[in-house]
């Protein structure tokens, strides 16, 4: 797919999710999600990702921390204590992950 995030439609976004589903057992949706959300450009941080995906925010807290600590996805950039929203940014892995699910 070429086209600018901007202009994936909610379907898109679900079949790039569903991508890295099966490329990587491992992950679950809200995993992926959040994947193929930051590769895309729509979420770089926990809260903006909760909001526009309609989630909560502490699953997606969970979510973050456990591909963190344990896949290897991605990485904590940043943390703002008052807001407990977390930046995070997607490793080599990741981010070769999502591209493969978009293509």
Known sequence: MTTAADE???DDFL???SAICVADTSLNPLGAALLAANYLGIAKDTRTFARKL???HALVLRE???L???GGFLT???RNARTQ???FVLTGKGTRL???ACD
């Open 54 to 56: 309609g989630v909560e």
């Open 64 to 66: 973050i921390t456990a």
């Open 68 to 70: 963190d600590q344990h």
């Open 8 to 10: 994936r439609t909610e």
């Open 98 to 100: 999502a591209a493969l």
């Open 76 to 78: 904590i950039a940043g």
């Open 15 to 17: 079949q790039i999710v």
């Open 85 to 87: 929203r977390l930046e």
